[in-house]
């Protein structure tokens, strides 16, 4: 039985799927007809599960937004062009003065434990979302943070959300998972749990309903029958094709590249780059940028290293970032100029594109002009005796690909008489030192829909701000962005900002990620959204 | 009398466990970190308020004393504490994976064993043994993370014939089981092994051979019992590589069980979690060393079974 | 007659492959010409020639060189985390052959309770303690070596104490600490050194195993369990990454073995 790879792929699909006849079927024609049929399971293998962090209103895990949206659903859909259209909300108005948003919500949608889903749904899900309590960095920041007044109940169908000072990202947010809706009654009852999450906790109106979840192994969710409210221009407008989705935990890239070749799993996401030569013709790939603060270092400008703009700037052009990030990704992801990705709506300035560049001559006489001359027996520059010398701090599990890139980066560095040293921490020593400020550099790319994600990474006191930059300007221009709705001047303000960054070089962006999602043609209509992620309400499986 | 010796059994498991549970609390009150920072994650900076109230949930504020004594009061009635990161309780945590260990250690016990007496009673006493014994030395002496890769790249990733990850179903349970019991089957091969020929150079086996006894009659009615005792020793040594291969293997393969949630509690430094193990891993002992006592009883009433189970000697 | 000669190559090429892993750890620069960490992006992933006999790595870095630079990390760990466990081993274990039975007795029944659990699963108990970071791994791994000293120990000072010259020593009144410093330690050390032999090689695949769970050292430090570790995913395209620091480890926990087999052969032969 177990003699050639295709005789697997057989049995290992029983084994996989519930719906047998379904599969019979879908084996027997082995060369697929493309027809979509109804009902069967779509198995999904990612790298990681949130555990202990599945409340949508505290977690800040891609993975959690990726593997909630299908429970949860929110006021408004962004599409991926980034327009907004209605979703759970109807309609809405913006006061002239931009402080008050007033949503006209649908009247016919029930949560799946059948609590209905009216005005005061929504007032008890954004309250929980700025509860102290609830411990939410990014959800909270989403509403508006220190913006964000108060959600008050006109009637039943209608709601208003106030902003004490314009807030311009708040329709982009309200579309995100983050600001999505539990049904009341678990808010009441298991607030506590959230975090945890699981069946009967995770509970929203989406079109899949969380039925068994199983930490670090695996997710299974059942389509709601009852699901009657996609959003507007949604291609499917009823409940979902497939009756399960099941969400695998594989965690090693190469584990789930073959896993959807062997035909273990149907749809893999995050899939490594270097892997993609594995996977043939008969897989869809979908590579779609990621919008947001590409994956980038942050120099810690309060360090007696890093607080010279010179160092910095030597810093950022002292190494081959092109022949690095080309190395590691063969071409898959692009090198990034800019403190924003290409992708992120109405904000990127690509007239940086070609504005910084590898120079280590540059680099070498702006490190000896200041100061940095004299050399030590390992070749590092010195100044009054003590070594050039940056420490890097990463969250671990490091990524592979992130690992070599570093690699890269400090072997680069050395070669200019710059050392860093990588301490890759697990979770506990890495927050210790990252709170108390025991570093000289750090890394992360941070996903987001809206250029207001900035504020975070250098307004003062920003709650992802690891360069712990406090600069009364940038907060000032950082301030007047996100109060206008004008996407031409909004432009201007976050090209200014780039620009100043370029030149400062408080971030040094490294390389724009892009979610691939890989799928076999066992499978349709999977759509993605602005971020790439797929979206499983109207995927079936084929014939 | 059997009572006495019943009560002082009891008395002398319940010291071990006891005596882990107290090791492991007060290691890991020493350990540097605030768990209240692991809890709340990387960004969220929270209020010294919060960070308070979180301490005063967990009994943190507590002295070491009280903390000691309430841990040691919620471990009689089964409590565990709740995991940091995963927001579990610990006994749900590990009722939740254990079920996928025991499948693993049971299925790499079962092919161990075989391989161990197919291959001890085929060759024992004979000229093959040479070649044998060069695989029993390579099959001990491999790491078990080695193993699996190596089985993984060529029966997954090269051959297809099982899948490369996870635990659906049998075919998903070999590559793993395999690689937990290559090691077991070396060491427990070569104990059986040298049990039969010590047993067959004994009078009892030259009467039995002089009664008429064939030599598949001789190993199964009589030597391969005595060389089981031996072997037996070894139980607590095997428990422990199923337990200690479990971790390695769990994460090659990629499956759940009690080895991958004890390896992300290690490194997430979740307390509760990896206190939770040790002591389970401590009842486990336990239990185990009851039953091989037992079973010395069973085999041979005669002989007094040595104190604890010993660790395999190379 | 025939097993014999095969024990002997045996023993010989275990031998002669310490000695060769002993110089990779100790000049590894006679081995190879090019340093550990330096990258080359125009050398990704070339598999064995003759340049690379190992190939390179996913950064174009020589998988031979990483090989021969880790020794000194796996070696170093294995013989110092050995070499300290010993010590403690003999210390703790002579005291409690010397020390009044009850203290004894409670002192073996910890050392029993460890004794059931396999080297690898204290270790990673002791890494639960620590932390993970590479001078705890040597550190884990030393005491998880630590209760099978001890026992050994143990055992030979309750032989070596009943002795004829032993008794004789205390007789004429020398100290009883002195007695154990110049004859009893002695007589243990034997018997150890032969379990500290095949140790040496248990404790390598305990600490490369640890490193290999990403508890240990981290990249770029070319250390055995690490670097098969980082080959993890390349082994559909690359097995050359993880497949040579795999072989070298399972050769040298084989050598170690082997050596000390005969060893133990030998002390017995001589009993």
Request: aromatic share 8%; hydrophobic share 45%; proline share 6%.
């Amino acid at each position: 039985m177990f003699s050639r790879p295709g005789s697997f792929r057989i049995a290992g699909s029983l084994a996989l799927v519930v719906s047998a006849a379904l599969v019979l079927a879908g084996c027997s024609a082995p060369a697929g007809t493309g027809e979509k049929v109804q009902g069967g399971t779509i198995s999904f293998g990612v790298d990681v599960d949130p555990v202990g962090h599945l409340d949508v209103h505290s977690s800040q895990l891609d993975i959690n937004a990726i593997l909630q949206r299908p429970v949860f659903d929110s006021l408004v859909s962004q599409k991926p062009d980034g327009t907004i259209v209605p979703w759970l909300a109807t309609a809405w108005q913006v006061s002239d003065d931009q402080l008050q948003y007033t949503f006209t919500l649908r009247d016919d949608v029930t949560f799946s434990d059948g609590e209905k889903f009216d005005a005061a749904a929504v007032k008890a899900n954004f309250d929980h979302i700025v509860d102290p309590a609830t411990e939410s960095a990014q959800a909270s920041s989403l509403i508006g943070g220190e913006y964000y007044a108060g959600t008050e109940v006109i009637d039943p169908s209608t709601v208003r959300v106030s902003f004490s000072q314009p807030y311009a990202p708040f329709l982009a947010n309200a579309a995100s998972v983050q600001l999505g809706f539990y049904s009341p009654k678990v808010l009441a009852e298991h607030a506590s749990e959230l975090k945890a999450g699981g069946p009967g906790i995770s509970v929203g109106s989406g079109p899949f309903i969380l039925s068994k979840y199983t930490p670090g192994s695996e997710l299974v969710y059942t389509k709601n029958p009852d699901y009657n409210w996609a959003p507007e221009g949604a291609t499917a407008q009823g409940p979902a094709s497939i009756d399960e989705l099941d969400v695998k935990i594989l965690p090693e890239s190469s584990v789930r590249t073959s896993a959807l070749t062997s035909g273990q799993v149907d749809v893999i996401g995050d899939t490594a780059p270097s892997s993609l030569t594995q996977i043939g013709d008969n897989f869809t790939v979908t590579s779609t940028e990621s919008p947001g603060v590409p994956y980038s270092l942050y120099l810690n400008v309060t360090r007696p290293v890093f607080s010279d703009v010179t160092v910095r700037k030597a810093f950022s052009d002292g190494f081959d970032l092109d022949a690095a990030v080309k190395a590691v990704f063969n071409d898959t992801y692009k090198r990034a100029y800019s403190i924003l990705g290409p992708t992120t709506p109405d904000s990127y300035d690509a007239a940086l594109e070609k504005s910084t560049s590898f120079d280590a001559d540059a680099a070498n006489d702006a490190l000896d002009a200041a100061g940095w001359s004299e050399r030590d027996l390992d070749g590092y520059r010195t100044k009054d005796g003590k070594r050039l010398s940056a420490r890097w701090i990463s969250y671990t599990p490091v990524n592979e690909d992130n690992a070599n890139l570093a690699n890269l980066i400090q072997d680069g560095l050395k070669k200019i008489g710059f050392e860093v040293v990588h301490d890759q921490l697990e979770p506990g020593a890495y927050l210790d030192a990252y709170l108390a400020g025991d570093y000289d550099l750090t890394d992360w790319g941070f996903l987001s829909a809206d250029a207001d994600v900035l504020r975070s990474h250098l307004g003062t006191g920003g709650y992802q701000n690891a360069s712990h930059l406090s600069d009364p300007e940038i907060d000032a221009t950082l301030a007047s962005a996100v109060a206008t709705t004008d996407t031409t001047q909004r432009a201007e303000l976050y090209t200014k900002l780039q620009q100043w960054n370029a030149e400062n070089a408080v971030i040094v962006p490294l390389y724009v990620p892009e979610y691939i999602l890989a799928s076999s043609d066992k499978v349709s209509g999977i759509e993605v959204d602005i971020h790439g992620w797929p979206l499983f309400s109207g995927a079936s499986l084929t014939k | 009398m059997v009572l006495r010796r019943i009560l002082a059994r009891v008395a002398g498991m319940l010291v071990v466990v006891w005596g882990a549970a107290t090791a492991a609390f007060l290691v890991l009150k020493l350990v540097p970190g605030d768990p209240v920072d692991v809890m709340l994650g990387v960004s969220a900076q929270a209020s010294p308020e919060l960070k308070q109230s979180i301490r005063v949930d967990l009994g943190l504020d507590q002295p070491l004393i009280a903390q000691y004594l309430s841990y040691l009061g919620r471990l009689v009635r089964g409590d565990f504490g709740t995991s940091y990161q995963l927001r579990l309780r610990v006994t749900e945590v590990i009722g939740q994976q254990l079920g996928y260990t025991l499948q693993l250690a049971a299925a790499s016990l079962a092919i161990a064993v075989v391989i161990a007496l197919v291959g001890a009673v085929l060759v024992h006493g004979r000229g093959a043994r040479g070649a044998v014994s060069v695989l029993e030395l390579l099959a001990i002496s491999s790491p078990p993370f080695w193993i699996g890769l190596v089985l993984l790249s060529v029966f997954a990733f090269g051959l297809g014939w099982f899948p490369v990850a996870g635990a659906d179903g049998i075919q998903g349970l070999v590559l793993p089981a395999v690689t937990i019991a290559l090691p077991v089957a070396g060491i427990l091969g070569q104990v059986v092994r040298t049990g039969l020929e010590d047993a067959e150079a004994q009078p009892f086996a030259t009467t039995a051979r002089a009664r008429g006894a064939g030599p598949s009659r001789l190993v199964l009615r009589h030597t391969l019992r005595h060389a089981s005792i031996p072997a037996l020793t070894l139980a607590g040594y095997i428990v422990g590589s199923l337990l200690g291969g479990a971790v390695v293997v769990e994460s090659v393969f990629a499956r759940p069980g009690l080895g991958r949630v004890a390896l992300a509690a290690i490194t997430n430094r979740d307390l509760p979690v990896v206190m939770g193990v040790i002591v389970f891993t401590a009842i486990v002992f336990v239990l185990v060393n009851l039953l091989v006592d037992l079973a010395y009883r069973a085999i041979d009433p005669r002989i007094a079974p040595p104190t604890t189970a010993i660790r395999g000697a190379r | 007659m025939r097993g014999r000669v095969r024990d002997r190559v045996g023993l010989i090429a275990a031998v002669l492959f310490l000695v060769v892993v002993t110089a990779m750890a100790v000049a590894p620069w006679i081995f190879t010409p090019l340093d550990p960490l330096t990258t080359d992006t125009s050398q990704i992933l070339q598999p064995p020639a003759w340049g690379h006999p190992f190939g390179t790595d996913q950064t174009g870095r020589d998988v031979f060189t990483r090989v021969v630079y880790g020794a000194s990390y796996s070696l170093g760990v294995g013989a110092g985390a050995t070499a300290a466990a010993l010590i403690v081993g003999i210390v703790v274990g002579t005291l409690a052959g010397l020390a009044p039975r009850f203290v004894d007795g409670i002192a073996m029944r910890g050392v029993e309770i460890l004794l059931a659990f396999p080297e690898f699963l204290l270790a990673l108990f002791a890494i639960a303690v620590l932390g993970p970071g590479p001078i705890n791994v040597a550190t884990a791994v030393g005491v998880a070596a630590v209760p099978a000293y001890i026992r050994v120990a143990r055992a030979e000072t309750l032989v070596v104490r009943r002795s004829g010259y032993v008794e004789a020593a205390r007789g004429l009144g020398v100290h009883p600490l002195r007695v154990a410093v110049s004859h009893i330690v002695p007589n243990t050390l034997r018997p150890l050194g032969v379990i500290a032999t095949i140790g040496i090689g248990t404790t390598i695949v305990a600490a490369a195993g640890l490193s290999f769970l990403g508890l240990g050292p981290q990249d770029p430090t070319p250390e055995w369990g690490l670097l098969l570790s980082g080959g993890r995913n390349l082994l559909g395209q690359a097995w050359w990454v993880a497949f040579f620091p795999g072989v070298l480890i399972t050769l040298t926990v084989v050598s170690a073995t082997v050596v000390g087999r005969r060893l133990r052969r030998a002390g017995e032969g001589r009993a």
